[in-house]
């Protein structure tokens, strides 16, 4: 079965700082995708970024991107400036190509400190 | 990204009555929607997947008879909570799966926080 694993329960940033939250993965499949997910306290999930599996090159989307070593099961999240806003719990999330439900990690709670 | 609407965000019900949570793509047809639970500081847990015009498939530990889902349209996927119990209070978060563009994603609705007193 897949797990994910998400080690940091809480970590804590500077504004305009950058930070990085760990995620590993277990899987014995070649075709998935894996996401981050961002859920302030409002509490609705809302994506941050995706990669599939099978790209090499790390995905980007402005100041977060990620980390992906496919062979060590890796998917770190680079949150670049930090700011306010960015204070949320993330959620690192598996999904296997051909199923499409998500397996969540336990979250990290991020706290920025003005 | 996509939108995905829920209804309601609020429900407050006594204990034994039958609430319904709709979920709602609104700018995309969803054959897959999802249904997870959420309990306070915890992760998502998946309660089941819902396929539109067919049954749904449930998780293991999950009661299909108390948790009866719905996905009758490509837009809309129902969950209803049967004889709703206290132990049932938590939020309920939908999601649904997108391939536009050739990128399988999952976009979220906002949550629906049902209270059974």
């Known amino acids: 079965a897949q797990t994910v694993t998400q080690s940091q329960p809480e970590m804590s940033v500077q504004e305009a700082e950058t930070v990085t939250l760990s995620c590993t993965y277990d899987t014995s499949e070649s075709d998935y995708y894996l996401f981050w997910y961002k859920q302030p306290p409002s509490r609705q999930m809302i994506l941050v970024i995706r990669q599939e599996a099978y790209k090499q090159q790390n995905a980007t989307e402005n100041r977060f991107s990620v980390n992906f070593q496919k062979a060590a099961k890796s998917f770190s999240l680079k949150i670049s400036d930090s700011q306010l806003g960015d204070a949320a719990m993330y959620f690192c999330a598996y999904m296997r190509g051909s199923q499409g439900n998500l397996i969540f990690g336990k979250g990290t709670k991020l706290s920025v400190k003005p | 990204g996509a939108v995905v609407s829920q209804h309601p965000s609020w429900v407050i019900c006594k204990s034994g009555t039958s609430v319904k949570i709709e979920c709602r793509s609104l700018d995309f047809q969803a054959t897959t929607m999802f249904w997870y639970r959420q309990f306070p500081k915890q992760s998502l847990m998946l309660m089941a997947t819902s396929n539109e015009g067919s049954k749904a498939t449930y998780e293991q530990g999950v009661e299909k008879d108390k948790f009866l889902i719905n996905h009758a349209s490509l837009t809309l996927s129902t969950l209803t909570v049967t004889s709703a119990h206290p132990e049932d209070s938590s939020f309920y978060i939908c999601?649904?799966?997108?391939?536009?563009?050739?990128?399988?994603?999952?976009?979220f609705g906002p949550g629906t926080r049902l209270l059974v007193l």
């Open positions: 999601s649904a799966r997108d391939w536009t563009g050739g990128e399988e994603t999952q976009y």
